[in-house]
């Protein structure tokens, strides 16, 4: 994929997300200027292991260098108001990871500064990018699938199965009131919105915590595990299931879309896909640039027969980015409005978790 010319681009933050991102940088042949991190022992650390310029003592330094084009914000989830919010004050482009924010007030706050200051500024909910997620998009906007009917979706994971796996996002005070839904399930659900183009109207919820105490963290409060009941705008009804203690399953992203004519699997795990089904027979779709919509094609980076995965759909993410800071305007690019909105069903689950009832959105 094409991008702008090179950007320079700076870092708060690195562990496993900042290596990510580092490496869809130089993809899109940014010029990595700078990073900071908790200190500055690792700011050098992370400096010299993915190939920063320089390393910064703090998030304030970086931001005061006018070289630097664009801030990744790449921190625990409790701190990225206050790095969003410093970089658009200090007229910094800025992709900032997911959750947004750990409120929809201080989401709101950031997509608001952000339209107001002018600057691009995304969220990375990079399964967008697949390229046959963008053929399912298509095929549901030509109106192939026919009214839309129902929806079952789920994310999967079992990284955190055992009460010795520990984390920082199982402590709410750096990873907000929810876990799992905030941090996969906000993937689902925009998933769902983005193929289906029809919003989820109002949710009902269940939460469990499997374990309150974890190797290093007492008292927890955040969520293990998800099941939500959906209603959609147009009125069709579906069901979600997040789980990061499901054993076996590593990172299962699974979005299944029923409409009068046709139905539309996708699996993440599987990207190079789409089952389609129908009345009389169904079908497994292979990405083929000569059978896709001219959208997939555009993000099918590789030949056919050559496997695109996690990594490209970043690449593409941020490709796509930085191309929007030269004014180029490319389809699907989830901005703070979107990552606003993710906040926005996030809070309503926990609501309705709480409450027993039904929560709009």
């Given at each position: 994929?094409?991008?702008a010319?090179?950007?320079?681009?700076?870092?708060?933050?690195?562990?496993?997300?900042g290596?990510?991102?580092?490496?869809?940088?130089?993809?899109?042949?940014a010029?990595?200027a700078?990073?900071?991190?908790?200190?500055?022992a690792?700011?050098?650390?992370?400096?010299?292991?993915?190939?920063?310029?320089?390393?910064?003592?703090?998030?304030?330094?970086?931001?005061?260098?006018?070289?630097?084009d664009?801030?990744?914000?790449?921190?625990?989830?409790a701190?990225?108001?206050?790095?969003?919010?410093?970089?658009?004050?200090?007229?910094?482009?800025?992709?900032?990871?997911?959750?947004?924010a750990?409120?929809t007030?201080?989401?709101?706050q950031?997509?608001?500064?952000?339209?107001?200051a002018?600057?691009?500024?995304?969220?990375?909910?990079?399964?967008?990018?697949?390229?046959?997620?963008?053929?399912?998009?298509a095929?549901v906007r030509?109106g192939?699938?026919?009214?839309?009917?129902?929806i079952?979706?789920?994310?999967?994971?079992?990284?955190?199965?055992?009460?010795?796996?520990?984390?920082?996002?199982?402590?709410?005070?750096?990873?907000?009131?929810?876990?799992?839904?905030?941090?996969?399930?906000?993937?689902?659900?925009?998933l769902?919105?983005?193929?289906?183009?029809?919003?989820?109207?109002?949710?009902?919820?269940?939460?469990?915590?499997?374990?309150?105490?974890?190797?290093?963290?007492r008292?927890?409060?955040?969520?293990?595990?998800?099941?939500?009941?959906?209603?959609?705008?147009?009125?069709?009804?579906?069901t979600?299931?997040?789980?990061q203690?499901?054993?076996?399953?590593?990172n299962?992203?699974?979005?299944?879309?029923?409409?009068?004519?046709?139905?539309?699997?996708?699996?993440q795990?599987?990207?190079e896909?789409?089952?389609?089904?129908?009345?009389?027979?169904?079908?497994?779709?292979r990405?083929?640039?000569?059978?896709?919509?001219a959208?997939?094609?555009?993000?099918?980076?590789?030949?056919?027969?050559?496997?695109?995965?996690?990594?490209?759909?970043?690449?593409?993410?941020?490709?796509?980015?930085?191309?929007?800071?030269?004014?180029?305007?490319?389809?699907g690019?989830?901005?703070?409005?979107?990552?606003?909105?993710?906040v926005?069903?996030t809070d309503?689950?926990l609501?309705s978790?709480?409450?027993?009832?039904?929560?709009?959105?």
């Amino acid at each position: 994929m094409s991008s702008a010319p090179a950007l320079r681009v700076g870092f708060i933050g690195g562990g496993f997300m900042g290596d990510v991102h580092s490496r869809a940088s130089r993809a899109a042949r940014a010029t990595l200027a700078g990073v900071c991190s908790s200190s500055r022992a690792s700011s050098e650390r992370v400096a010299t292991t993915l190939g920063f310029e320089k390393a910064f003592d703090s998030a304030a330094d970086l931001l005061a260098d006018d070289a630097i084009d664009l801030v990744h914000v790449v921190t625990p989830n409790a701190t990225h108001l206050e790095f969003a919010l410093a970089a658009i004050a200090a007229g910094k482009h800025v992709v900032c990871e997911k959750p947004l924010a750990t409120s929809t007030s201080h989401a709101a706050q950031l997509a608001a500064a952000a339209t107001a200051a002018g600057v691009t500024a995304t969220v990375p909910f990079v399964y967008r990018f697949h390229p046959m997620v963008r053929e399912a998009r298509a095929r549901v906007r030509a109106g192939e699938t026919g009214q839309l009917l129902s929806i079952q979706g789920s994310y999967l994971q079992d990284w955190l199965l055992a009460s010795s796996d520990d984390n920082w996002r199982v402590d709410a005070k750096l990873g907000g009131p929810s876990r799992a839904f905030a941090d996969i399930g906000s993937h689902l659900c925009d998933l769902t919105e983005f193929v289906t183009g029809d919003r989820i109207s109002r949710v009902q919820a269940l939460t469990r915590i499997v374990f309150d105490q974890r190797a290093t963290n007492r008292g927890i409060t955040t969520e293990d595990l998800v099941a939500v009941l959906v209603e959609t705008g147009s009125g069709a009804i579906g069901t979600l299931l997040v789980s990061q203690v499901a054993p076996g399953r590593k990172n299962r992203l699974h979005l299944e879309i029923s409409g009068s004519a046709e139905t539309i699997g996708f699996d993440q795990e599987d990207p190079e896909t789409l089952w389609l089904g129908r009345r009389t027979g169904s079908q497994l779709l292979r990405r083929n640039n000569d059978e896709l919509s001219a959208d997939a094609v555009r993000v099918s980076t590789l030949p056919p027969g050559h496997p695109l995965g996690y990594q490209d759909a970043f690449n593409a993410f941020v490709a796509d980015s930085y191309a929007a800071v030269a004014g180029e305007a490319r389809e699907g690019l989830p901005t703070f409005d979107d990552g606003l909105r993710a906040v926005r069903l996030t809070d309503a689950v926990l609501e309705s978790a709480r409450s027993g009832n039904w929560i709009e959105t």
